[in-house]
């Protein structure tokens, strides 16, 4: 068998020894294309050792999340829902308190959303700190501006 043809596959120990931190600052960005961004790298698709079943992401810090940008009307008509599992315990809040109340958890949701519905992507989710004013205490890992 040729050597040239055979796929390669990151192992969980060098995808540890690989990883970078990233900071963004998510001031005047929409919030969907941010949180695609983000998943991109926490996931690990802009490297060229991806693999699909093995955490070969960055860490990425988020900072000005209460800057962040909601396009159209969807401080007012996009609505954050919530049950307490008691009956009668929905609960729906707009986005435009949910950023006051809470301004990391739209951010957080959002990239929630859009990694892996397992065990990997709860992995992964713990990569992501989100801050809401440009200040955060991650300076020892020295992380590099994300473009």
């Known amino acids: 068998?040729?050597?040239?043809?055979?796929?390669?596959?990151?192992?969980?120990?060098?995808?540890?020894?690989?990883?970078?931190?990233?900071?963004?600052?998510?001031?005047?960005?929409?919030?969907?294309?941010l949180a695609s961004k983000i998943a991109m790298v926490l996931r690990g698709k802009t490297k060229p050792t991806f693999t699909p079943n093995v955490d070969t992401g960055d860490f990425v810090?988020?900072?000005?999340?209460?800057?962040?940008?909601?396009?159209?009307?969807?401080?007012?008509?996009?609505?954050?829902y919530h049950h307490s599992a008691i009956p009668g315990?929905?609960?729906?809040?707009?986005?435009?308190?949910?950023?006051?109340?809470?301004?990391?958890?739209?951010?957080?949701?959002?990239?929630?959303?859009?990694?892996?519905k397992s065990i990997l992507g709860r992995e992964l989710l713990t990569k992501l700190k989100v801050y809401a004013g440009p200040d955060h205490p991650h300076a020892a890992q020295q992380p590099q501006p994300l473009s």
């Open 89 to 116: 315990g929905f609960k729906a809040e707009p986005y435009a308190s949910l950023l006051e109340r809470k301004p990391e958890l739209p951010i957080t949701k959002a990239v929630k959303g859009m990694l892996p």
């Open 61 to 80: 810090i988020v900072v000005n999340a209460k800057k962040v940008k909601l396009t159209g009307r969807k401080l007012v008509q996009k609505h954050y």
């Open 1 to 33: 068998m040729n050597p040239l043809l055979k796929s390669f596959t990151a192992k969980p120990a060098e995808a540890l020894a690989q990883r970078a931190w990233w900071v963004i600052d998510a001031e005047g960005q929409p919030l969907g294309r």
